[in-house]
Each structure stands twice: as C-alpha cells, then as structure tokens.
C-alpha cells in the first residue's frame, strides 16, 4: 500500500485520529506519595470523560522524582474539551502543586502493532491517522484574555512597546515569531517556535522586558492574577491557552519569496457549544482555498478554545488587497452554514466576515537563522 505525504496540512484535530497524551513530570522532594494519591482520584474521575480510552502511570526506574502519564482518546476534539475546561484545571490542581515541572505532549496515532486494543477501538469509533503530515518544523500555540472596557487604548500602547526578547532559547528550540492583535477588549497574542514551545514560554516569561509589561497590564485585566505567585501564575495561563487546532499552507513554507505577505487575524465569536464545530467549518474553508490556484492565502491557522475561535491568515499583496477573498466563504449553503455556528445572525459571508477582523498590535519576526 503506497501511503501519501499530506504537503498542505501539517496539523489538525479533525482528521479523527486517536490521540495520545504524554504528560513528563519531575516532581518535588518528598511528594512522590502525595502525587500518587493525586493521580489516583484523577484517573477515577477522566475515566467517564468522553472520548476517553485509557491511561496509564509510568516512574521511572533510573529517578523516581521522574513520572510519566499517558493517555490514549477517541479524538484530539474529546480531549481538548476536557483539558480546556474549569473542570480539568481544579482536577489537575493538585498534580501540579506536587511538581518542579510538567510537559505535555500530543501525538495523533499513525501505526501500531499488537492485537490488544483492536476491537475496542473498532467499537468506539476512533481511528488512526491516514497518512503523515509534511510541516516546516514550526509549533503553533496562543493566549487570549480580556481587559477592563475602555483601557483598551492603553493597553494596545503597553503591548506594542516592548523589547523583543531573544530568539535563541537554546541549541534546540527558536522563538521565530510573535503577533499581538485586539478585537474590543480581547486580546490575542500568537507564537510560532522551532523547537520545544514549553521551553520557549518558559524563556520569554523569564525575561525582564516582557515580565515588565505583563505587569503594567495587570491593572488592566478582567481576571485577575498574581505573577509572583506560582500557582495564580500557572491558572491564569492555563486558562489563557488558545491552542492550535489546525494549519493548512498553500505552498510549501519557505520555498517563495513572502515580502508582500500581510498577517491578518479574524475573531469568530461562536453560539454556546458551537466552537469545535466552527473551528471544523473554518479548516476545512481554508483547506478548500489552499487547493485553489487563485486564492491570495498563503497560510492559515485555527484557534480554538470553548467558543472563542480565532482564524490567522497570511495573505499575499498590497496591504488590505484579498482579504473578502481569502477570509470569505463561497456559496449561500456554506455562508448560512456560519451564521449557524456564529452569535451575530446577521454576520455572514465573504464582506460581513471582514467586520470580525481583529487590529494588529505588533507581529514580530525573529531575525534570520544563520
């Protein structure tokens, strides 16, 4: 059997495959029994959780400060939907106060031997993924909270004034672009990393230009937060993650020359339970137009959080040229379709898609890799 490389989507959460979770944790002196219990009443409660498969404990046997978990799911949608929510961030809690460190990692599953799991899988719908995804090396990741209305000019003056911290995290992981852009009082800042992208979070935090300005926005906020206090620190950005749910480019990234590409963001304001299923509706738009010879669009991202959908395109030609055709959907069907899915009825089609249109703040690029 021949299997075919995908040369234009290099991520998404809707292709169905099953995904696996790997949670690497290097814990604290002494709370190896603590965690234990942790962990324990957590695998009771995740195992009603839809789309839930298995789990299971891992310490290693070289540092027994060193565990891992794992997860197996239906989907990566089931998953995401439980560990965007209130609930999981008091379920994890009390994993986290035993902790030095975590890192999560999600892999959808490609191939597999073994008989095990076989017929419960059949039975419950999940699937492997069809073929490997071709991509530039680069992981994609944004935070989203909101301000106090009527500080929003102060606050887009905060954001745009800082000092870009370096790119270099270290031998392995690169810090290659920020994009900061506002839609009222929402802010969204989006990050593209070459590497690890825990460690490049880690790196930038860390740094004293951006600590100041996230301090000079704390006032600001709607919900409060307490840097120095690890934990307020850890929920706050918990519940800020604006994951990547799908990337589709046109070309092949790097292979032409992008001076006259534009970065632009949209914000899709879904109705209550309908975010996965826009941020769905939205990939498979952009899929369609990546395959279109006349489509400006370069790239596309999908981000996806409860229902707060954000749509990142880089479009090429003149500054504010394409942008009806690139963020558009064609035809009456598709456009009814997202007055479904989206809060504002009369908000549908090509030019009224345009309205949601979020300001650029600052898009920042790392200078060239040598």
Known sequence: MTTTLSERVSQSAFDGSMLRVVLLMDLHEGAQQRFFEAYEQLRHDIASEPGHISDQLCQSFENPSQWLITSEWESAPQYLAWVNSEHHAEQVRPLGACARSMRPLKYTVLRETGRGYQGARRTSGARLQEAPRLGAGIVRHALTFTVKPGSEKEVAEILSSYASPAADVDGHTRLCRTSLFMHGNRVVRTVEVRGDLMSALRHV????????????????????????????????????????????????????????????????????????????????????????????????????RDDIVVRLIDVRGPQGSGLETAFGVRGPRKAAVLARLMTSPDDHGSASAVRHTMSLITDRRAPAER
Do not use: W
Request: aromatic share 8%; glycine share 4%.
């Open 205 to 304: 935090s860390e740094q004293p230009e951006v600590r100041a300005v996230e301090e000079a926005i704390n006032p600001y906020l709607e919900q409060d937060r307490d840097l120095g206090d690890p934990e307020s620190a850890r929920m706050f950005f918990m519940r800020a993650a604006l994951p990547a749910v799908h990337h589709v480019a046109a070309r092949e990234a790097g292979a032409e020359d992008r001076s006259d590409v534009r970065r632009h963001a949209l914000f899709y304001p879904a109705k209550p339970g309908c975010g996965p299923a826009l941020a769905k509706f939205l990939a498979r738009q952009d899929e369609a137009a990546a395959h279109r010879p006349d489509a400006p669009t370069v790239s596309s991202s999908i981000f996806q």
